[in-house]
């Protein structure tokens, strides 16, 4: 069996384009590249940093990709 599976792309794999390529027949996304500090130090409300975090309810299968310490 074939598995399809999208690769992160940065700029380009936000949570609309993964919801195309799962409705298109993807297995499995992966998020854009997530600084751990940046996610846990940025002020409340900041937008950059949560939008990479979103998770649409048409995604089955989706890996974070956290980076930093």
Do not use: H, N
């Amino acid at each position: 069996m074939i598995q399809l599976k999208l690769a992160p792309l940065a700029g380009v794999t936000d949570w609309p384009f993964r919801v195309l390529c799962f409705e298109q027949g993807c297995d499995a996304a992966t998020t854009e590249m997530v600084s751990a500090m940046g996610y846990v130090c940025a002020p409340k409300g900041q937008t950059s940093t949560e939008q990479l975090l979103i998770r649409d309810e048409r995604e089955p299968k989706l890996v974070l990709q956290l980076f930093g310490k």
